[in-house]
């Protein structure tokens, strides 16, 4: 299969590469694409290292499945000739996910969205791809009516340069010294800070908005009840995410619960209270599946749960999920 | 006033010496008291440096205040004694909050719940006194029937050693080393982790069921409902917790909520959504302020809103709502 990327040089670019090798992804041709600022180095594949292109007009011809993660811009730019091209888009960006035509996909979830033709994909936003692994096995077992989420978000979703900053900044501090922010608005170390994404007239920031309407469509629970509240915590790679969910009627038994999460593919279960085993950021670092745990009743609701989350951002939040997507449309593909 | 200190080599310890200083308190004696372990150093109180005492059945001869915090056994042990020897006792410990006879005080909020003879009152939890902040000039606009917190809870909630950890691990662990977890069971740097405390067959941990039952008594609602999730995080010496609260009918408009936030003494509303400037710990660490911010409505609930809280946990969270509470018994103690 003949794949570009565009953003090969960002964090979520370069986690395509070592999933493509981890997961033997069938590699034809490989176009590393980016901004020309970020065009003329080479990166590693393999055995390989593959330099990294200035995107142009022609950078897509011959390329059957194009990621796009270089930003909701870039991916207006550049999904018409990728598209006139032949390539199948699949595209990390926001851009098109609330489209009504393009589908919005988690493959466990909802791969039923796409269909032969379709030549648009868009991958979720890092918070509601993990949110809805967890949610979508229960709601198989009982109607969910309301949402409440508190999450603790990592560097990795501001990008490379704001894992380093976070790395930067620690050391400084240790160091006695008192750095000055750059890539995010306040100081990071040993700090944390309600998303930095413009508030909307209801309150809202601009990732919770997306959660929220991301969640719904995912789900395809138009009417779903959310409250969502984003905040950026000095960590480098996971999201975690704590969870209060609400049943329409009765809430499933624990052990129903505990059952169809573990059963549920690329979820793990890590719920141990003897041990107080839970899911932690650096657990779910690196790991492909999305971490599961705390799960108790809520003793505010009487149809209610909660329990805590963590998935790599960078993995089932970003990367990990669009290969996922592409691997789902080998078949189509190669019927062709 | 005579006034004994028992652990006072301790992190919430040593807050008591600067409040002392900052605050004026008319200190006539001061002594140190710590276990026999700690004891033999000293102390610089101003231009004093007063020597730490292992603490004795004659400690006590002569204090008017004694402020425990060295934890629940000890203050167990040397209630008995103070009491003897004519002391008020301000624990900060959880030996006595829950006890019905002993008030559990947030000045701002439940003075009345003091009584000329009374001679141990209780200082509550941190999270749930940082919470009680943000509460209690809610529910004087309209009745509270529900609240779930999400907290983002600092080291220093484990004392001076857990906060020494998160610096030395985290330095270690940007030197490429994996340091072993001492003091707390699980990394801490650029990690955070359910809190470590024993979970109850109910499925909340220790801190969680403190945070339920001490709110639900300084409120002085013993059926509030309430849904707490304690997670640390890796700060040094702010909490801050994720609050969407539910009231009983309609909910307060937010121009009301805010005016009585702001009007509330010991509360500071931090909450501009066009510079994207809300509470956060570093701006809370060292203030004696509970800041409150991200006031907005929930979009899930017609009768709710949700809110974000930071409180320097070793000030309001332990040391300055003891001191606040000594405060008050200034004139009760001098005029007899």
């Not at 851009?95 to 493959?107: E, I, K, T």
């Not at 466990?108 to 809805?132: H, S």
């Not at 949610?135 to 990008?159: C, D, E, F, M």
Request: proline share 8%; aromatic share 6%; charged share 20%.
């Amino acid at each position: 299969m003949n794949i570009a990327i565009l953003g090969a040089t960002g964090a979520v670019g370069q986690e395509f590469l070592s999933l493509f090798l981890r997961r033997k992804f069938p590699i034809g041709q490989l176009r590393l694409l980016a901004s020309p600022r970020s065009a003329g180095s080479k990166l590693a594949f393999g055995e390989d290292l593959i330099p990294v292109e200035a995107v142009g007009p022609d950078s897509f011809e011959g390329v059957e499945i194009a990621f796009f993660s270089a930003g909701a811009s870039r991916s207006r730019e550049w999904l018409e000739p990728a598209l006139r091209a032949g390539a199948t888009v699949i595209d990390n960006s926001s851009a098109f996910r609330m489209d009504p035509s393009v589908p919005l996909v988690v493959p466990e979830i909802n791969w039923d969205q796409v269909r032969p033709d379709t030549r648009l994909i868009a991958n979720p936003n890092c918070t509601a791809a993990i949110l809805c692994m967890a949610l979508a096995p229960l709601r198989n077992l009982a109607p969910i009516s309301r949402v409440i989420v508190s999450t603790y978000q990592s560097a990795s979703g501001a990008g490379a340069a704001a894992m380093q900053e976070l790395t930067d900044q620690t050391r400084a501090v240790l160091e006695g010294k008192d750095p000055e922010p750059k890539v995010l608005p306040h100081p990071y170390a040993f700090n944390l800070f309600s998303h930095n994404t413009p508030i909307n007239p209801q309150g809202q920031n601009e990732e919770e908005a997306k959660v929220m309407e991301e969640t719904r469509k995912i789900l395809g629970q138009p009417d779903l009840g959310m409250n969502v509240t984003c905040v950026r915590v000095p960590i480098l790679r996971a999201h975690s995410e704590s969870v209060t969910i609400e049943f329409a009627s009765n809430a499933p038994d624990l052990e129903a619960v505990h059952d169809a999460l573990a059963s549920f593919p690329g979820v793990r279960v890590v719920d141990d209270p003897l041990t107080n085993t839970f899911p932690m950021p650096i657990s779910a670092s690196g790991a492909e599946e999305v971490l599961v745990g705390r799960i108790r009743r809520d003793p505010s609701h009487p149809a209610a749960i909660s329990l805590f989350i963590c998935g790599d951002q960078l993995l089932k939040g970003a990367a990990l999920n669009a290969v996922q997507i592409a691997e789902r449309l080998l078949p189509v593909k190669s019927g062709r």
